[in-house]
């Protein structure tokens, strides 16, 4: 998102009159999460444990679609990895995007799957 920002819309206010861009330039559409299947890091689990309350290490075979126990627990636990990448999203994501914000005036409209707000 920086360097999007930095390079469109960072040259519009650095091109024209500041004052007219914030007029004219409000958002910035943050079109999807298109990166393919991002569901681990090298501190995922950990931070899904101390998120969730138990460890997902006896579950990694739910990320390559094997069901385990039950349906039931098996979409609990799929719904935690959501939830969980879902709250990285917003927390190392969008919430950047305020600083930018508040020294521009210009938003962030994101199209993203479930936020917590």
């Given at each position: 998102?920086r360097k999007?920002f930095?390079?469109?819309?960072?040259?519009?206010?650095s091109k024209?009159?500041?004052?007219?861009?914030?007029?004219?330039?409000?958002?910035m559409?943050?079109?999807?999460?298109?990166?393919?299947?991002?569901?681990?890091?090298s501190?995922?689990?950990?931070?899904?444990?101390k998120?969730?309350?138990?460890s997902?290490?006896?579950?990694?075979?739910?990320?390559?679609?094997?069901?385990?126990?039950?349906?039931?627990r098996?979409?609990d636990?799929?719904?935690d990895?959501?939830t969980?990448?879902?709250?990285w999203?917003s927390?190392y994501?969008i919430?950047?995007?305020?600083?930018?914000?508040?020294?521009t005036?210009?938003?962030?409209?994101p199209?993203?799957?479930?936020?917590?707000?």
């Amino acid at each position: 998102m920086r360097k999007q920002f930095n390079n469109w819309f960072g040259a519009a206010f650095s091109k024209t009159d500041p004052a007219l861009a914030r007029k004219v330039l409000k958002y910035m559409h943050v079109d999807s999460w298109e990166c393919g299947s991002q569901n681990w890091s090298s501190n995922f689990a950990a931070e899904f444990h101390k998120r969730r309350g138990y460890s997902l290490m006896p579950y990694l075979p739910l990320l390559a679609g094997i069901p385990m126990e039950s349906a039931s627990r098996s979409e609990d636990v799929l719904r935690d990895v959501r939830t969980t990448i879902s709250d990285w999203w917003s927390m190392y994501s969008i919430k950047r995007w305020l600083p930018v914000h508040n020294r521009t005036a210009v938003s962030s409209r994101p199209n993203v799957w479930r936020l917590p707000w």
